[in-house]
């Protein structure tokens, strides 16, 4: 008689949202978020870096974007902790190019190695960890929010999960 009233209550405890997934949504609530607003805009300094971008080209004129388009690059540096410190995020604005999202961020470490590459349309850091690196979040059209962590042995962010925010 007694498993009668505890099939209910199971039902409803595996039904409720664990609460990693609540503190993963209120982590990305609470998002310092970071854009193409916030970045500085590219000088001759930066010209090593920017040569570590994959599909940015250097033309006469300026860079263009992967769909040929002229883009006036962006460089955010963003602190990540861990054993990599300091990464510069270039960040290539081009709403034709990368859709919805409208821009394309590139992580670089200091060795100016990709870690990340993909359409995004801000970017923020996360309280969580991992390989003692802290995890980063991008944001793009929908209530889905990718987070990815440190992966030491990949030498890259790689993609833990997908957190729905509402």
Known sequence: ?????????????????SA????DRQAIAQAHWLNSDQGRPVTPSDTLL???VPDLKKTKRGYQDMCDTPVTP???????????????VVIEEDSACFGGAGADYTILDKDRHVLWQNSAA????????HDGVQDLTFAGPGMSVPIWSWNAG????????TVETQ
């Open 154 to 161: 990949k030498h890259s962010f790689v993609f833990r999960k």
């Open 20 to 23: 990693h997934a609540q503190s």
């Open 1 to 17: 008689m007694r498993h009668l009233f505890l099939a209910p209550l199971i039902t409803a405890l595996l039904l409720l949202p």
């Open 50 to 52: 920017l040569k570590a």
């Open 122 to 129: 801000g970017i923020a850091t996360l309280s969580s960890r």
């Open 74 to 88: 962006k460089i955010l540096s963003l602190d990540v902790g861990g054993s990599l410190g300091r990464v510069n």
